[in-house]
Nanobody, 119 residues
Framework: QVQLVEAGGGLVQAGGSLRLSCAAS????????MGWYRQAPGKQRELVAT???????NYPDSVKGRFTISRDNAKNTVYLQMNSLKPEDTAVYYC?????????????WGQGTQVTVSS
């Protein structure tokens, strides 16, 4: 099994910054794409950022220019640097990884970490 453990959420004022991390553990042969998603109360889960194992990134317009995703393949860890945070960024942030194990390729999710941006 693959476990994703997130860290770095918290409370920050608008305009501030936070850095999230997510470490994957288990017997992992390889990890393809990793990403961050978020879900605000009463809303659907939405994409925040993705990164391939080759370093190609993808962001929606809502976070482009403010958020930066990166990864350390040797540590099976993905990061999300969030700058110029806005109250509308408040949500539970989930890490996702598409990992290959002895069970085949599957998508795994972390438990979520709360990010709250006060105005």
């Amino acid at each position: 099994q693959v476990q994703l453990v997130e860290a770095g959420g918290g409370l920050v004022q608008a305009g501030g910054s936070l850095r999230l991390s997510c470490a994957a553990s288990g017997i992992i042969f390889s990890i393809n794409a990793m990403g961050w998603y978020r879900q605000a109360p009463g809303k659907q889960r939405e994409l925040v950022a993705t990164i391939t194992n080759g370093g190609n990134t993808n962001y929606p317009d809502s976070v482009k220019g403010r958020f930066t995703i990166s990864r350390d393949n040797a540590k099976n860890t993905v990061y999300l640097q969030m700058n110029s945070l806005k109250p509308e960024d408040t949500a539970v942030y989930y890490c996702n990884a598409n990992a290959l194990t002895s069970r085949g390729a599957q998508s795994y999710w972390g438990q979520g970490t709360q990010v709250t941006v006060s105005s």
